[in-house]
């Protein structure tokens, strides 16, 4: 994603800058509008809109730094998202192998102590260790149908 130009590409001077760059012929091009008004923007008979500005901006050699600097951060960001997916993927792989080559183990559930190696993996990770009991938590220890609650769940004896 390119971020917008700077704000301060804006005005009569930045205007006639970046046609300056351009040249006429492009400008005008580039800009599509008809000679008369140009000649008025440029010699400040017309207001000129910042759309007019900002369109000269994205043609000129000056935007060209700031798409290449937003690229480039741009890349360096995936390369380490795509690191860390690398990374956790090794790391999912080497516990399935140690899972896998135990094979006394009779099969079990998903919710047995053996996938708990599993907990922490992916963007929708859950903490099964801390449930967030919200206003029960906060109670301290209060007896409610049984269950005491002390920050966690106890089933009572």
């Known amino acids: 994603m390119v971020n917008p130009p700077p704000r301060e590409v804006w005005g ?4 006639q800058a970046l046609v300056e760059a351009l040249g006429h012929a492009q400008a005008l091009l580039a800009l ?4 008369c008004t140009f000649s008025r923007w440029l010699l400040g008979k ?3 809109p910042r759309r007019a500005v900002h369109c000269l901006y994205w043609h000129s050699p000056y935007s060209q730094s700031q798409i290449d600097s937003d690229c480039y951060t741009f890349v360096q960001i995936l390369a380490v998202e795509a690191r860390a997916l ?3 993927n090794e790391a999912l792989r080497n516990a399935l192998k ?4 135990n094979k006394r183990l009779p099969p079990s559930a998903a919710n047995d102590s053996r996938f708990h ?3 922490g993996y992916g963007r929708d990770s859950v903490n099964m260790d801390a449930p967030d009991l919200g206003i029960l938590g906060q109670l301290g220890s209060s007896n409610v ?3 005491r ?3 966690t769940l106890v089933p009572s004896l």
């Open 98 to 101: 140690k899972l896998q080559s």
């Open 12 to 15: 009569l001077n930045v205007f």
């Open 149 to 151: 609650f002390r920050g």
């Open 145 to 147: 149908d049984g269950a």
């Open 86 to 88: 690398r990374h956790e």
């Open 46 to 48: 017309l207001r000129v």
């Open 32 to 35: 599509d509008a008809p000679r």
């Open 117 to 119: 190696e599993f907990r």
